[in-house]
T-cell receptor, first 111, second 119 residues
Framework: DAKTTQPPSMDCAEGRAANLPCNHSTISGNEYVYWYRQIHSQGPQYIIHGLKNNETNEMASLIITEDRKSSTLILPHATLRDTAVYYCIVKWWGGSEKLVFGKGTKLTVNP | GAVVSQHPSRVICKSGTSVKIECRSLDFQATTMFWYRQFPKQSLMLMATSNEGSKATYEQGVEKDKFLINHASLTLSTLTVTSAHPEDSSFYIC???????????????FGPGTRLTVL
């Protein structure tokens, strides 16, 4: 079973920041938080991952709370092409390498 | 970087036939590849984990004799659906664990998927 909880759906206006929350209250010390997204009928796309520090790359920012029990993925300027299902996944580095996909959040970016 | 391809992207076959799907890491070597299946309006379900040069590890409930996986090189894994039936119709997606040549060595990079329809 997925070890994360995400809202089933969210809406965002084009050009605005999209903030996608994720709860992972049972995360253990060696587990990373990974974010992927899946645009309709395509394979998932890696976005970002982190352990405890906030992370930023060309796609998004990841904010992890100090207790690591939740995180937020931020798309700073959402576009229509960001409409997708976003998955938050916790996973050990190395070791057990499985990605367990939950139901994710369906983000709809509106014009 | 970290591009994974799948071939074919779409296949339609008759019941009882076998179908082979290829998964390739184009710009990196992947010692570990994974095969997932996704039914309509559902999330991805891991079918098996494949390490180069060794037998695949199947998830509980996945028939290893029906879904044959071969990982003969560091850039190629194949999934063969043997004696396919309509209930095997699904979206099959592979991923490759980043290795030499990728920025994130423990991140899985996914292929675009293969839509299988069994008539």
């Amino acid at each position: 079973d997925a070890k994360t909880t995400q809202p089933p759906s969210m809406d965002c206006a084009e050009g605005r920041a999209a903030n996608l929350p994720c709860n992972h209250s049972t995360i253990s010390g060696n587990e990373y938080v990974y974010w992927y997204r899946q645009i309709h009928s395509q394979g998932p796309q890696y976005i970002i991952h982190g352990l405890k520090n906030n992370e930023t790359n060309e796609m998004a920012s990841l904010i992890i709370t100090e207790d690591r029990k939740s995180s937020t993925l931020i798309l700073p300027h959402a576009t229509l092409r960001d409409t997708a299902v976003y998955y938050c996944i916790v996973k050990w580095w190395g070791g057990s390498e499985k990605l367990v996909f939950g139901k994710g959040t369906k983000l709809t970016v509106n014009p | 970087g970290a591009v994974v391809s799948q071939h074919p992207s779409r296949v339609i076959c008759k019941s009882g036939t076998s179908v082979k799907i290829e998964c390739r890491s184009l710009d990196f070597q992947a010692t570990t590849m994974f095969w997932y299946r996704q039914f309509p309006k559902q999330s991805l379900m891991l079918m098996a984990t494949s390490n180069e040069g060794s037998k695949a590890t199947y998830e509980q409930g996945v028939e290893k004799d029906k879904f044959l996986i071969n990982h003969a090189s560091l850039t190629l894994s194949t999934l063969t659906v043997t004696s396919a039936h309509p209930e095997d119709s699904s979206f099959y997606i592979c991923s490759a664990r980043g290795g030499t040549g990728t920025v994130n060595t423990d991140t899985q990079y996914f292929g675009p998927g293969t839509r299988l329809t069994v008539l």
